[in-house]
Every structure is written in structure tokens, then in C-alpha cells.
């Protein structure tokens, strides 16, 4: 092939890249950034949208020119501000404060605490805009604060939760256009080990509490008696106890539904100890110790200032307030009550959460399979092809029956 025939020129030694001509609509803003936008008229206003590059402007400038000829509709979000998931998870806190009774109280300024989802969420994703957010960067978001913040799975899917319900509220509300959380896998929880108090790791508690913290005391044994969770034991007043039918009420339990635990006589016991320390105060449990200061009498909102250290000093390390809820199922399973009655006392509305304990119950699953011992009666022989037994002289002896295959 002759020099120069067909041959490719090389980019330096060709001449200045003629400039693309002007084309009316389109502009680049800033100048030399190669970020494009469109500028076009439809019912009456002028609208303009970012496009990317040229020729993406180009291409979408055609599909507005075509959508405005046709009629069509522009998308009601193109001129509203981009919402962000700060936003979205606002409207899920506000809708967890309303809905749900099992909210945290802050015991500084008595309302609804911040939901314990919300800032860690908040710090990663707030300020992203909700509708560009992908359930990729979802997913990496919980991966990384799971590692930065050693969490289980359990909670990796109660943040995911949260935020789906974030989601959900703001499509409902057209502030997204979907939600991008349905599309974020589960994490598997492992729900198979129950943690709860053996005697001997009660009586160390006990001892730890009642040489450190004695006044708290009755918070432990109002536990260990009625199975309540947690926010609805700090959120009791004394309208909520009766006395004389020995049952607490709480009008609104974790399933949107009442709950009345039964008291017996070490919980009434604990009452009555509370009872003591509240004083005038309308709350069951308040701040009755003098090393509360200005909080002294104001309602006490969560344990967790005592309860997890006196844990650990009595060792028992990694054992939150609601193992004890886990203590009070158990020790009923233990004790020969049946699941039902367990799930009755537990406020579960299924048996699927409380067949968790079924474990527990050796004896009631020995005296099922005993059960068994009314069909050990084998009648000696051989069973024949007709469903009777065909007996080979020895008693008690069965003599399998041999099947030829041809």
C-alpha cells in the first residue's frame, strides 16, 4: 500500500479538532467543564435539566421536543429539590414515635429519645440524595458500619429495616420514586442460643447489686417476674398497676396490641419496694439515689448505667437487660408450663417466636416420646405379602421376610 493511502494519521500531527457547531438548546456550563445541559419550553415554562456529555444533551433535548409534541406528561419531580435521606429518615423517626409505644424516653428532657438507628444511619448516608442511592451503596453503608462498630446481624437488619421504612414512607408520600432497600439481601440471624440466668450466676448478680446498687434491686427481680421488655417496664406508672387483680397493664406492648402480665408475690413484693422509693411520683421506677442530683425523682428511663456494669463485675460479660426477659421464658418452659401459657405471658401474638424455649422442656418432650412404649408390642413372625405374620417357632423371634427382585 502506497505511503499515505488509507493510512491512519496519527492525532498529533493532524490539524485543530474542528469546533462542534452551536446547536440551540443545548449549552455547557461551566464553560470547558464538558457538562452539558438543555433548555427547552413545554406548557408555557422553560425548563432545563444536567445531561452529562454532548451528546447526551443532544439526545435528551429530542426526547423532550418529542415528549412536549406528544403531550406527554414531564416528571413531576424535575424542578423539585432533591430530598435527602436525612429527610426520609426524619419522617421514619417521627412515624416510630408515633406508632410505636416501645419508643426510649430521654430521662434529661422527658419526650420520645432519638430512635438508636437513626444516627448512625444519618452520619453515613444523610446527605446523599435519597433517589440516587442504589442498594449497592446500601449494602457497602451496613457493611462498613457493621465492621467499624462490631455489629451482629441482628442489628445490621434492624438498620436496614429502618431505613426501608424510611423509604417506604417517603414513596408513599412521593418524595422517591421506589425503594431501594427491598433489593438489599437479609442478613441470617442466629437465634438458636438462648442466654439466660443459671442459679448460680443469679446469686452473683444478686450479690453485686446488693453490695453496690441495692436500690435497684426491685428493677431486677420486676424483671425476672413479669418478662416485661425493657421500655415497657421504665415506662410503668401507677395507673398501670392493680393491686387488688395483681396484673400490670401495658396499653400498648412491641405487637401494637395491650399486654397484662400477672404479678406474683415477688414482683408485688418489688412493687411495693418501688412504691416506697417513687414517692408522690405518678412513675414506677424514678431516680431515688442521692448521687442523681438535679434528676433525683424523675423517671429512670433504661438500666443500662447499672445493670451492664454490674453484670460484667459478677461475670457475665455481654449480657444486656433483655437476657432476663430470655430468664423468665425459660424458667417457665423449665418448670413444666405449657408454650401456649409461655406465649400468653410473653405478649407473643405466635408460637413461632416463643418455640425458641421449647428446648428447655426435657421432661414434657420425654413424657411425648414415652408415648411411643403403646406401640412396642411386636407380634412375633414374619410379615407375609397379605399383611399377616407367619410365625417361625420361636417366641418372640421375627424372621424378616425375603423380597426377590427379578
Known amino acids: 500500500m502506497a505511503e499515505g493511502e488509507g493510512a491512519q494519521i496519527p492525532r498529533a500531527q493532524r490539524g485543530p479538532r474542528r469546533k462542534a457547531a452551536k446547536v440551540r438548546g443545548i449549552f455547557e456550563r461551566p464553560a470547558g467543564s464538558d457538562l452539558w445541559w438543555i433548555r427547552y419550553t413545554a406548557a408555557g415554562r422553560e425548563h432545563r435539566e444536567k445531561a452529562g456529555t454532548r451528546g447526551m444533551a443532544l439526545l435528551l433535548l429530542a426526547k423532550r421536543k418529542t415528549e412536549a409534541i406528544q403531550g406527554k406528561k414531564l416528571p413531576e419531580t424535575l424542578n423539585r429539590r432533591a430530598v435527602s435521606v436525612r429527610e426520609l429518615l426524619d419522617g421514619a423517626a417521627a412515624y416510630v414515635r408515633e406508632h410505636y409505644a416501645t419508643v426510649r424516653m430521654c430521662a434529661k428532657t422527658d419526650q420520645p429519645a432519638t430512635d438508636s438507628r437513626y444516627p448512625a444511619l444519618a452520619a453515613v448516608l444523610g446527605d446523599r440524595p435519597a433517589a440516587a442511592l442504589t442498594p449497592l451503596e446500601i449494602e457497602r453503608a451496613l457493611a462498613k458500619l457493621a465492621t467499624e462498630r462490631e455489629w451482629s446481624n441482628a442489628t445490621v437488619n434492624r438498620h436496614k429495616a429502618f431505613l426501608s421504612l424510611a423509604y417506604r414512607i417517603g414513596a408513599e408520600n412521593g418524595r422517591v420514586p421506589h425503594n431501594p432497600c427491598r433489593a438489599v439481601r437479609q442478613r441470617r440471624e442466629d437465634n438458636g442460643r438462648i442466654r439466660f440466668l443459671s442459679r448460680e450466676e443469679e446469686a452473683r448478680l444478686r450479690a453485686v447489686i446488693a453490695a453496690d446498687c441495692p436500690h435497684h434491686m426491685p428493677e431486677l427481680d420486676l424483671a425476672l417476674n413479669t418478662g416485661l421488655r425493657q421500655g415497657n417496664q421504665y415506662n410503668l406508672q401507677w395507673a398501670d398497676v392493680d393491686f387488688e387483680r395483681r396484673q400490670l397493664a401495658v396499653a400498648r406492648a412491641k405487637n401494637g396490641h395491650p399486654h397484662y402480665a400477672p404479678l406474683n408475690q415477688a414482683a408485688v413484693d418489688a412493687l411495693l419496694a418501688l412504691r416506697r422509693q417513687a414517692g408522690d411520683s405518678p412513675w414506677v421506677i424514678v431516680n431515688a439515689a442521692a448521687g442523681f ?30 437476657c432476663l426477659r430470655h430468664t ?78 427379578q
Open 328 to 405: 423468665f421464658a425459660s424458667r417457665l418452659v423449665m418448670a413444666g408450663v405449657d408454650i401456649r401459657t409461655v406465649a400468653d405471658l410473653m405478649g407473643h401474638r405466635t408460637l413461632a417466636m416463643t418455640m425458641r424455649y421449647a428446648h428447655l422442656a426435657p421432661q414434657h418432650r420425654l413424657d411425648a416420646v414415652e408415648r411411643l412404649a403403646s406401640f412396642a408390642a411386636v407380634p412375633t413372625g414374619t410379615r407375609t405379602g397379605t399383611g399377616g405374620f407367619e410365625g417361625d417357632g420361636a417366641a418372640g423371634a421375627v424372621t424378616p421376610q425375603v423380597v426377590t427382585v
Open 293 to 322: 442530683g438535679r434528676y433525683r425523682g424523675l423517671p429512670r428511663r433504661k438500666p443500662r448505667n447499672w445493670f451492664e456494669p454490674a453484670a460484667a463485675k459478677a461475670g457475665l460479660p455481654r449480657f444486656p437487660w433483655h
